[in-house]
Each structure stands twice: as C-alpha cells, then as structure tokens.
C-alpha cells in the first residue's frame, strides 16, 4: 500500500534512520570509526551513504558500501539509484566479481566485501574512497572479517579516511572494541509484537511441512504476505512447485473462488530481473508468498510480511581438516538466526512465526550466534592475498577472532600442493601470478596449467563455465526430454570436456539464443560465461600470457585440469563409487555426470568439488592417468630441513603416496 501510495522522498522520511539522521552525521563528523546498529529495515543500507553523499563526502571521493552477498549489492543498488533519479551504473553502481557496474561519475559504490578485499591488491590504502560503509558486519563473512584488519590499518594511515561499521544488534560491542572503543551509534527501532507459534513435534519432512503451513495460512489467515525460509535453490524450487500444484488443485477441487497467491522464490543463482520480483506488489487480492534462503533474513527487506515460516535450517560452508575441503552443508541455524528471520513478520505490523522445529530444539540445540566463516571454511584465497600484501606470518595479522591454526596450516598445505608456496610459505612465481586472477586457487592454477601445457583457449572456457551456475536447463515437466539434449553433448571421459564442449557448440552457433533453448541450455549462464571469459583474457593478457590453444587434442587438457585438483582425486572402488585418494573418504558419481551409466569407469578420477546430500556425491568429474598424478604431483618438490610443519605434511604425503603405489600395483 504505502510503496503504492508515497512518493519515494515520502518513503525516504517515513524510515526509522531518517529521524536520527543529522545526528548520525554529527558523529560521523566527529569521529573516525562509528558502529552503526539497527534494526532490518531501518534504513541503514539504502540512506546511509545518501546522506554521506548529501553531507558532502562524495566531493572528493567515493562512498563504498560492502555487501557479504552479491544479491544485496545489486539490488539496493538499483533501489538507491531510483531514489537518487539517475541511472544505474552512473552516479550509484555496484560490482560484484566478474560484473562491474560502475562508471567514472560513480560516488555511491555499492560492492561485495570480497571486490573490496581484492581492490586492497591494487591500493592498500584504498585511496579512492573517503568513506566505506561496512554494511551487515555481522554476518561475519570471510571477506569481511579479513576486511576488518586491512581496514584498521587504513583508518590509521589516512586521517581523511571514515568507516562506518554496520551491524544487527549482534557484535555491535565486539566491533566497538576491535577499533579502540569507537562509539555505537542507534538507531530506534519501530518494530511490532511477533507471535511465535513451534511445532509440538520435530518434522520429517520441512519442504512439505513450509508448503502445508502455507497453504493453510493463505486459506485461513487474514490478508498479509507470507515468508518461508528454505536452505538453498533445489529446496526452493521443490516448495514452489508444489505451492503451485496444491493451488490448482485447490482451485479444480472447489467450487469457490481460490484467493490468488503470488510464488516468488529468492536465492543468489535466481536471474536479478527475477529477484528484482520479490519487491512487486501484489495484485488487489491477492497474497505474495517469498520462498527464499537466509539471504531474506537481514540483506533483503521485504515490506509487507505478516507470517513467516521458519524450517530452522540454512546452508552453511564448512572447511573440514579431516576431509580437507569446504562442503556446503545443512545445518540449523543460530538462535540469533532463527530471531531474525521471525522479525521479518514484525516489520509492517503485529506479525505470526511459524518454527517447524520444537520450542525445546531452539533453547538446547540451537548455537546462540553463527561461527564466522573464517572459523569454518577454506582459508586457500585468504592466505594468497595476505601473503601478497607482505603479511609473512598469518598467525600474527590483526583478526577479530584468529582462524583455527589447523586451518591456516591446511590451506597453506594445499597452495603448498598446488605449486602457490615454496617450503618455507613464500608465494611462489604461480603463487604470485594467481593472486592475479579473482578465482579459487584450484581454477587458478588450472588456468596457469593450461599456459605450461599450451591449451589455454580449452582451460579457459572450462573455468569460466564452472563460474557460473550450471547453463543445463531441466524444466520439470521435461526431464527426459532435457536429459537427453544433456547427454548429446557429453564427451564420455569428462565432465569438465562436456562444459567445453557445450561451449564451443554455441560459438560454432555463432552464440545464438535460439540454439540454447533448442538444447535446453540457459543463454543466460552461456552468456555469462562469455563475460567471464573475457575479463579473464584480459587479466591473461595484462600477465603477457598467451592464448595457446591444442586444438582437439583433449588429453593435455584433462592434464591440466589433473594438476589443480589433487586433493580431490578419487580412485574407483565399485559401480559408481570412488575413495577420495588422500583420506579415504567415499565419494560417488553423479547420475548427471557424463561418467555416469556409460559402462565407463576409469580407475582414477579427480572432481571439482564433492556435495553432500543423501550421499557424498562428486561435482564435476573428469578421468585422469594415474601416472599424471604422480607426475604433476607435488611429490618432488624439495623440503627443507627447518621446515617442520611442511616436513611433517611432506612425510604424511610420502606415506600416501606409497600407499597409492601399492594400490596401484
Ligand atoms: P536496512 O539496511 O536497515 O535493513 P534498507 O535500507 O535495506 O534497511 O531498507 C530500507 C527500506 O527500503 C525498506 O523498507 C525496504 O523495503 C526498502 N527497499 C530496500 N531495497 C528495496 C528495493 N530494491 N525495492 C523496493 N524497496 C526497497
Ligand atoms: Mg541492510
């Protein structure tokens, strides 16, 4: 109603920061480091760097305002540059990795935290901006948290420099105290009662319950639109289907008008124009219903929600030592978490939340607050960029909560692996060259493989396809048919020679849109890919790095692709079951793999990543050599006496690599 019936400056003043406003800039004004807390919806990331900008910040410099998920920096960036009538990528943009959307009349810069951290390569002192908002500082992502230290040197080497810390109520004292006791500045929250209603029982199954409790609140519930959260994209999906399917049943079934429900899923791979949806209002009469992951808990807000359904659960990424990898996993969430996401009822007015999990798992199962990403996840692209800016000794850097040693100590094993560090932890020539590249070490190093190996056109076509979502459409209403346009392209071997090779299809289809949708690939994502792949080439050709292609010669591509992912190469134990080479761990392939069902199984394998859901199963998987993993291997790399943690790695690999010989044998 009110987006409806305001103008956007009335809309503007009516946000709770708008009250606080010239005092907020007060502050800022006299102080370097201010915390900033408030409420979702308050206003903090839509006005606050407009009103930076109106205080005159912007004359000479830029206002940044990092985001931890790419989702919410375009969005409110779109949102802002309405507010401020100019158009997107003029005076307000944003950039997210491989999509730049800013211009040289650009002051407001909205960003991800990880683009902010990687313009810190270029100008340590970030001499650009004169102000950085550090916006939902207490997600605690990685970014963010090694943000947090670069920061600080920032603000003691430049006097001009101003950063805002912004934050839930969460940390706020925390954050306060890593700057030197800086103030914390509130702002008065406006928020309505929410009911919270919790499931007598645990539930089996939370996709059908959320669509249960959903149907039942757009039958019964009085007007008001309706949050579900869900952990990720498949789930997402599966509830908005059956939301649809229950409505038309409803509607065949009843004589009776069905009130009209709008199904709008939310989640980080969704197209921006249909993201951009979940912000429409709905038709007169009709009910919304926002299906979203926890990007919807404190990124986006949405107005309007009067019911929320919470599953209690989000996914997480989670580096395990033992497995010596990240695995995206489900897991519940924190009880600040679970708060948050009830609070989107409260926002319009007095609000229900329906918890699909006991009042007894919340107060004894629940964490209190989230572990910070850098406590739980690979620390492989951290360490290159510390080591890049001189940082010799990690442990030492200034980090709000130091990553667990074991996990600085694994990542720096893996890039040691990986060719990026020498034996005493010093980047390396391919060490330093991948800092280059916006990529995870693994993909970089595939790509400098592919200079050594003379086929770097193939290797960078397949990275830039593993940059984007998966471009293979399988509409759910055409699985056999989707499938089967799938399988046409497989190149038996490889996973990663399929992406290519659906690659080179479309250029050899001078990239025609028509041609995708005839194979059930999304333009989109192909399109995409195409972007990646240039600003690559382009990184390529500032190292003076040429385009070396070897034709159709695919095996010294599949060798390239070998050297940047021992730690995940596999070794066949049954139909369709591997053991990852290094800890034994069970991995399996894949029904959509080319590997898959082909009556071809080779004895070694390497995989792009391994996914956990009803099994462990392998992501992206290509056949190797075994003598290629020998060969490329780190097994030759000379060890220095003095080195004891490497050397102690080194003799663990030995062990290994003995025992993979006797297995081979
Ligand atoms: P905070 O950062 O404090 O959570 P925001 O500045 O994001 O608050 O949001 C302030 C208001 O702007 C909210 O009422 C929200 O609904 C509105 N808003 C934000 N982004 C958009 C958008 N893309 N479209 C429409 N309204 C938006
Ligand atoms: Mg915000």
């Known amino acids: 109603e009110f987006a409806k019936s305001k103008s956007i400056a009335e809309q503007r003043q009516y946000l709770p920061i708008y009250s606080v406003r010239d005092e907020l800039l007060q502050v800022i004004r006299e102080n370097q480091v201010v915390v900033v ?49 100019t158009e997107l990528g003029d005076k307000v943009g944003y950039a997210i990795r491989f999509e730049d959307v800013t211009g040289p009349s650009t002051i407001i810069k909205y960003m991800t935290d990880g683009v902010l951290l990687r313009e810190t390569l270029k100008d340590a002192d970030l001499d650009k901006y004169r102000v950085i908002v550090m916006d ?31 934050s839930a109520t969460l940390n706020a004292q925390k954050f306060s105290n890593f700057f030197g006791s800086v103030p914390i500045f509130q702002i008065p929250g406006r928020t309505f009662p929410v009911n919270i209603l919790y499931s007598k029982t645990p539930c089996e199954d939370y996709v059908e319950a959320a669509v249960k409790q959903a149907m039942t609140i757009h039958i019964t519930s009085p007007p008001g639109d309706i949050l579900i959260f869900m952990t990720g994209q498949d789930e997402i999906e599966a509830a908005c289907y059956a939301l649809a399917e229950r409505i038309e049943q409803l509607i065949s079934s009843t004589r009776k008008g069905v009130p009209k429900l709008l199904i709008l899923p939310i989640y980080s791979q969704l197209p921006a124009d249909l993201q951009a949806k979940i912000f429409q209002k709905a038709e007169d009469g009709a009910r919304k219903c926002i299906v979203a992951t926890n990007i919807a808990e404190t990124s986006l807000t ?113 890039l040691w692996v990986l060719g990026a560090l020498n034996n005493v932890g010093g980047l ?9 590249f916006p990529l995870d070490p693994p993909l970089a190093k595939m790509l400098l493989m592919g200079e050594q190996l003379q ?34 392209f497989f190149v038996p071997e490889s996973d990663h020679l399929t992406l290519l090779n659906v690659y080179q299809q479309w250029k050899a289809n001078q990239y025609r849109g028509d041609w995708c949708n005839d194979h059930f690939l999304h333009v989109k994502g192909l399109r ?42 596999a070794r066949l134990k049954g139909v369709g079951e591997y053991v990852n080479c290094r800890n034994g761990m069970p991995c399996h392939l894949h029904p959509s793999s080319a590997l898959y069902g082909l009556g071809y199984t080779p004895e070694y394998v390497v995989y792009h990543e391994l996914i956990l859901t009803t099994k462990e199963y392998m992501q992206c998987v290509t056949a190797v050599e075994p003598q290629w993993l020998a060969e490329l291997g780190p097994m030759f790399f000379s060890v220095k006496e003095s080195d004891t943690t490497l050397l102690e790695h080194k003799k663990r690999q030995k062990e290994e690599k003995t025992a993979m010989e006797e297995e081979m044998e």
């Open 37 to 85: 807390v408030g409420e979702t919806g308050s206003g903090k990331t839509t006005q606050l760097t407009q009103y930076l900008h109106e205080d005159g910040y912007t004359i000479n410099g830029v206002v940044g305002c990092t985001q931890p998920r790419r989702v919410a920096a375009m969005s409110v960036a779109k949102r802002v540059s309405e507010e401020m009538e």
């Open 302 to 414: 949405v107005d309007g929600i009067f019911y929320v359904i919470d599953t209690g659960y989000g996914k997480m990424k989670v580096y395990n030592p033992k497995m010596g990898m990240d695995a995206l996993q489900v897991f519940p969430v924190s009880r600040a978490a679970a708060d948050q996401r009830a609070g989107r009822a409260g926002r319009t007015g007095p609000g229900t939340c329906y918890r699909l999990y006991t009042e007894s798992a919340y107060l004894n199962e629940m964490l209190p607050a989230p572990v910070p990403e850098i406590q739980r996840t690979n620390l492989g692209n951290v360490v290159l960029l510390l080591k890049s800016l001189k940082i010799e000794n990690l442990l030492d850097f200034d980090f709000m909560d130091p990553p667990p040693q074991e996990n600085i100590l694994n990542s720096m094993y893996q």
């Open 455 to 488: 086929c770097i056109d193939e290797v960078l076509t397949i990275v830039s396809m593993l940059s984007v979502p998966s471009v293979f459409f399988r509409p759910k209403d055409r699985v056999e048919e989707s499938d089967a346009a799938r399988e046409k």
């Open 428 to 436: 390396t020539d391919i060490g330093w060259k991948m800092v280059e």
């Open 528 to 569: 995409k890919a195409r972007e990646v792949r240039s600003q690559l080439l382009d990184i390529l050709r500032t190292l003076k790095i040429p385009l070396t292609s070897c034709g159709y010669d695919w095996d010294v591509v599949r060798k390239a692709i070998c050297s940047a992912y021992f730690h995940n190469a």
């Open 136 to 166: 939902e500082a207490h997600e605690r992502s990685l970014s963010t948290d090694v943000l947090f230290g670069i920061l600080k040197k920032v603000v003691a080497q430049r006097r001009d420099f101003k950063l805002i810390v912004t």
